[in-house]
């Protein structure tokens, strides 16, 4: 028990040696050096992280026992909105680097929130946030977060990168993974008022990934769902109905009776009260719901 306990122990001291050596060549070195890690090529400029900067990163940096999690999420959320070049290329490296799971995904997320709301717009963000989606090797998780970060980002820039839009739509080339239905999300959000976006063109391609019978289940979910609230009160929900029966997936079932119902479609009333009176929970409470929105 004593050697196994003392293998742990190595193993762990490893890993948090290996990722905060890493790491910290960023507050060594300046970007524009030779031995710098940096993956945006930017100006040389003098490193101003300030010596707290430094230790609360380091920290965060530092793997953490998964029976410990708050401290390092309540890190982050401490950082400044005014971190330095060198700062930040340190937690981009552990963005791309550090540990991957339930815990350490969160810490990534807020990470990327801090970096998305600095007083100055980091510059590299864009390139940073297209690597991480783009990098097939990179954890799934971390992808989808990077994509989904891209909207607010999006929204943000006084000077609209091209590349994040051709990002979501080239996601909609990969309809057996979750990236087609996490772009259509996005788009949905930026149909409301950013140029380039248009609801219709979305709504279309949401419907062909929805009729799709081979795209990947939460990717179809998005998609109806996509659809439905792109396209409206039409007063015809027909296209739902397939999807709405027995035989499909429950999850898709949900979607496409909640469908029904965005859609106002009074022809379908009977359909609805079937499923209500017919079908076990959640299909039957969808169902009414479903109804109650058509009658309002």
Do not use: C
């Not at 929204?155 to 993974?177: G, N, V």
Request: glycine fraction near 4%; charge should be negative.
């Amino acid at each position: 028990m004593k050697k196994n306990k003392l293998k742990i122990v190595i193993v762990s001291s490893a890993l948090v040696i290996l990722t905060v050596v890493a790491v910290s060549r960023f507050f060594m070195d300046s970007p524009g050096s030779a031995s710098a890690v940096a993956t945006v090529a930017e100006p040389e400029i003098a490193d101003n992280s300030s010596p707290q900067n430094r230790e609360l990163i380091n920290q965060i940096i530092t793997p953490v026992e998964l029976d410990k999690p708050r401290k390092t999420v309540e890190l982050v959320n401490s950082l400044p909105n005014n971190l330095s070049s060198t700062e930040r290329q340190a937690l981009y490296d552990f963005l791309r680097h550090g540990p991957n799971d339930s815990y350490h995904y969160a810490v990534k997320n807020d990470i990327i929130n801090v970096l998305r709301n600095q007083a100055e717009p980091p510059p590299e963000l864009t390139d940073i946030l297209l690597e991480l989606y783009q990098d097939k090797n990179q954890d799934k998780v971390v992808r989808i977060y990077a994509l989904q970060h891209m909207r607010p980002w999006y929204r943000m820039q006084s000077q609209k990168d091209p590349r994040i839009k051709e990002a979501f739509f080239s996601a909609l080339d990969e309809p057996d993974t979750e990236f087609a239905g996490t772009a259509l999300l996005a788009m949905r959000y930026l149909s409301k008022d950013q140029e380039g976006f248009d609801a219709q063109e979305i709504a279309g391609k949401a419907w062909k990934l929805a009729e799709n019978a081979d795209a990947n289940l939460l990717s179809r979910i998005s998609a109806i769902q996509v659809a439905s609230t792109l396209t409206g009160k039409t007063g015809d929900g027909s296209r739902y109905v397939q999807y709405a029966t027995s035989g499909n997936a429950m999850p898709i079932r949900l979607a496409s009776i909640a469908a029904i119902g965005v859609s106002g479609d009074r022809t379908q009333l009977e359909f609805l009260s079937q499923i209500a009176a017919n079908e076990p929970e959640p299909l039957n409470s969808a169902a009414k719901n479903a109804m109650k929105k058509i009658e309002n």
